[in-house]
Structures are given as C-alpha cells and as structure tokens.
C-alpha cells in the first residue's frame, strides 16, 4: 500500500480515543447532578469506553477526545496542526473549542456522556416485552407500509442521507422483509433537500483491526450483497427522488422499476474525482438505457445530469414540479397499489429473470474491482481531500 493511504490508515487506526482504552475494565458509578466526578469515577469511564457494545461515530469519539484531553492536561496549549494534517487538526480543533473549560468540569462532562453511551448501548433487559426491543433498522431508515406500499425512506437530512455502513445492512433487511409482505409495491425516497448523497466517506475511516486491506474487502462483500437484492427484488420496486442523488443512490436506478424525480433533483456519479470506479451494475446498464456514449460522460468523467436530461436519457421515468411532487407521486403510487400484487410480481420476472444472471455476475466483477480502488493512492487522497474539507463536488 503506498504513501499516503498507509499513513491515513494508521494515523486514523491509532485512533480519535488513543490512550482513553489503555486503562483496565472497571465498572461505572452513576453521579448525583451535584457532585463532581472523582479521579476514580473518572478511570471508570475511560475503561468503560472499551466495553462499549456500538461504535459511537467519530462525532461523539471526538467529543470524548476533546473532554479527556481538557480534563487530564486542561486547556488546549499545543501549536495547531497544519492544514494538511487533518486528523490531528479535526483533535486540536475540537479541544480547543472546549476553551477554559475547568479539568473537574471536563471530566464531570466525561463522566456524563460515556454513562449516557453505556445506557443506550446496553441490551434490553430480558423481561423487556418484545414490541420495547430494538428493531432492525436504525433512526438512519425508517420503513412504513401503508396503502400497498411498503416505504423505505433514508433519513439522514444533516448529512444529504449519506448511506452508512449500517443503513447499507438495513435497507438489505428492508428490502428483504418487504419483498414478502403483504404491500404491492415498494418505494425508496429520502428525507429533507437531499435523496441520497452515495457512499458516507467517512465510512472509509473506520479501520478493522485488519487495516484498508480488510476494510476494502469487507466493503466490496457488503457493496455484493446490497446490489444483489436490488437484482433479485421481485414486487414492483419505484424510486421517489426527492433531490439531488450521487454515487450508488444513482447507480442503482438502473435496476428500479420506476425513477419519479422532482425537477430539483440532479444526478451524479462522480467516480473518477473520488478515484473509484462505477458499480450498481451501472457499467452495464447505463449504456444499454442511454447508449454507451452517454453513459460514459457520467460514468468516466462525472457528468451531472439534471432531472430533464435524466429522463430525455430514459433514466429517470417522469419528472414533476417540485411544488406538486410528493401530492402527484404519491396519489399514483397509491392507484397502481391496488393493481393485482401477482400479475406484477409475474410481468416483472418476465421483464428482469433473463438479465439477472448477467446482473449478477457484473456486480461481483464491480465489486471486485472497487476493491482494488478503494486500497489505491487515488482513492485515498480523494476522501482525504473530502474529510479535510477542501473538497466538495
Ligand atoms: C459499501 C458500499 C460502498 C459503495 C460505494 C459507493 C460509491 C459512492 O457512492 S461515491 C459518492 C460519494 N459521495 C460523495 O462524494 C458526496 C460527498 N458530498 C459532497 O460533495 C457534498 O456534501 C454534497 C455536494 C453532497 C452536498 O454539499 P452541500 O454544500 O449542499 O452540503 P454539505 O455541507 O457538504 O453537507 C452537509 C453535511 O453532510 C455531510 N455529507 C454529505 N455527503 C456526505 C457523504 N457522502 N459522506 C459523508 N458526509 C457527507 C457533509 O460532510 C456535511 O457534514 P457536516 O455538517 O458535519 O460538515
């Protein structure tokens, strides 16, 4: 692995905790809001960071960073790290904005929010009644059936719904628990401005103990598993894209039944930028809807189509005002629910079954080769670039 992607692995594996998980296991004291926490109180946390069941996210890893630093060495009083450093810049950035911040404050607030971690992650209690248990899908989606349609909705607005690692995991557990319920159809849409802004890239920067190699393989059987059940759905499958969509939230329409877009909606697969490469099945069935010419402005040099071209492209079915989009979208929606769910279910095998085979094997060959891209210095500098911000499409 060369330069620069080694070192973003091991400065981000060396992680935003750091010396936080070096302290042994003890357990966890709960304090009265008038009491300060103690030194031991304090340690407990630290360890009890470790037994954390879920990966918190990088926001709150370095919120815990900031209030260790400001409780065990106090204000920040270190020279800033350069621009291009942009990990230790995102740590000083977030100590430093603690101020005078007091250390027994600090560690009270340490205290706190890991007890408020260790809560939420803790397991339902075995007496808890099944409808109390988590389920499967996180706040990220949200799935509802109502009137035939089984709605899968991305709902992550503050970061353009993004996909996670674990919203990948979910909407392939959507997918599945709706291709055998009762509703006619099923729909993909997101909440807020945005449909979906592709891959979360920060979902490159959770290392696993087996470093980017690991991390790429692991991702391009998750990628595999995902595209296939959008091959092998077998109802009625409509996308109702409510804004602007990039990367795989893109790629995939080709394998929907129906695109419905807002005329505020864009569509963009920007993977040369980002040093990837196309996936979705994009590289076959793009050119077989728009020709291959086409297809290649956007999948080799990163074209945004608007919702008009999208559709003259006959990738997207139909585009609405943004005024009237949902009111129109749905109302139709709701009349082809109540077609009969068989005859459906039977024309869309008749459509798709002589192509799956082909799906199938161009998604295992995309898979693999993104998972050489995704190790490449290519890739690795364009991500980089986006987590330090000097980067945008
Ligand atoms: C395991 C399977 C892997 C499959 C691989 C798929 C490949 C792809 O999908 S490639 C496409 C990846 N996506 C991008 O490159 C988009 C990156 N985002 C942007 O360029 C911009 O955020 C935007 C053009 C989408 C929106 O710009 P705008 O100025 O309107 O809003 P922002 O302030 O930038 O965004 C708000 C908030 O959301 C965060 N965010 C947005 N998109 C992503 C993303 N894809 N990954 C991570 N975070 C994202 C953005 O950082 C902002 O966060 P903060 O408010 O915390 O700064």
């Given at each position: ?7 973003f ?57 900031a ?31 603690l ?5 027994e ?46 709605t ?59 470093g ?139 459509i ?16 693999s ?25």
């Amino acid at each position: 692995m060369a330069g620069l992607a080694g070192r973003f692995a091991r400065r981000w594996c060396s992680g935003l905790l750091g010396s936080p998980l070096q302290v042994p296991a003890l357990g966890l004291h709960v304090l009265g809001p008038a009491m300060l926490a103690s030194q031991k109180d304090f340690n407990n946390a630290v360890s009890q960071v470790k037994l954390l069941k879920e990966d918190p996210g990088n926001e709150v890893k370095l919120k815990l960073y900031a209030l260790y630093k400001q409780a065990t060495e106090g204000p920040c009083n270190v020279p800033k790290p350069g621009m291009l450093d942009f990990i230790n810049k995102t740590k000083w950035d977030a100590w430093n904005a603690l101020g005078s911040l007091s250390k027994e404050a600090a560690r009270q607030n340490y205290v706190d929010l890991v007890s408020r971690l260790s809560a939420s992650s803790e397991s339902p209690s075995p007496e808890a009644p099944a409808a109390d248990r988590k389920q499967p899908e996180s706040d990220s989606l949200v799935v509802t059936s109502e009137d035939g349609i089984t709605t899968i909705r991305l709902n992550r607005p503050a970061k353009k719904n993004a996909l996670t690692t674990q919203m990948y995991h979910d909407i392939i557990a959507a997918l599945q628990a709706a291709s055998k319920d009762e509703s006619a159809i099923t729909v993909l849409t997101g909440s807020g401005d945005y449909y979906c802004s592709g891959n979360d890239l920060t979902n490159f920067t959770h290392l696993p103990a087996g470093g980017l190699e690991e991390m790429a393989r692991s991702a391009a059987a998750l990628l595999r598993d995902f595209v296939n059940c959008f091959i092998d759905f077998p109802k009625p499958l409509v996308a109702v894209v409510n804004g602007p969509a990039v990367g795989i939230s893109v790629t995939i329409l080709g394998l929907f039944d129906v695109v419905y877009a807002t005329d505020r909606a864009s569509f963009h697969t920007p993977f040369s930028h980002l040093g990837q490469s196309p996936e979705g099945c994009s590289s076959y069935t793009f050119p077989k809807i728009m020709g291959s010419s086409k297809a290649a402005e956007m999948l080799l040099f990163g074209k945004k189509l608007t919702a008009q071209e999208a559709c003259a492209q006959g990738l997207v079915t139909e585009v609405f005002p943004d005024g009237t989009f949902q009111k129109e979208v749905w109302a139709r929606l709701k009349a082809y629910s109540k077609l009969p769910p068989n005859a459906m279910r039977i024309s869309k095998q008749i459509i798709r079954n002589r192509e799956k085979e082909k799906l199938h094997a161009v998604n295992a060959e995309e898979s693999s080769v993104l998972r050489e891209r995704w190790q490449s210095d290519e890739c690795m500098n364009a991500i980089a670039s986006f987590l330090s911000r000097k980067a945008k499409l």
